[in-house]
């Protein structure tokens, strides 16, 4: 079954950095795109940024561009993402995303908190 385990989450100072990954399981993964969402409380989930299936397309929320990168290792099954400059609006839960077979697919998510 297809499974999608995050990591990398917790608390840093504004303008520190975290590496969120995204290990993925029970599919092929080197040809689905891949995604990052947040939810904040209160807020509807939003997606972050995007990635193909090769890695060369990748897309950005206009708050994050900059800041934020995506990249994937087909080797690996893994996705993550990069956040510099961290600020306390990013402060959410980060979750990772695929679609297929007309269902989306999500991890559990892991908390990212931005906090002095």
């Known amino acids: 079954q297809v499974q999608l385990v995050e990591s990398g989450g917790g608390l840093v100072q504004p303008g520190g950095s975290l590496r969120l990954s995204c290990v993925a399981s029970?599919?092929?993964?080197?040809?689905?795109?891949m995604s990052w969402y947040r939810q904040a409380p209160g807020k509807e989930r939003e997606l972050v940024a995007s990635i193909g299936t090769s890695g060369s397309v990748s897309y950005y929320t206009d708050s994050v561009k900059g800041r934020f990168t995506i990249s994937r290792d087909n080797a690996k099954n893994t996705v993550a993402l990069q956040m510099n400059s961290l600020k306390p609006e990013d402060t959410a839960v980060y979750y990772c995303?695929?679609?297929?077979?007309?269902?989306?697919?999500w991890g559990q998510g892991t908390q990212v908190t931005v906090s002095s």
């Open positions: 995303k695929v679609y297929l077979n007309y269902r989306h697919f």
């Open positions: 029970g599919f092929t993964f080197s040809t689905y795109a």
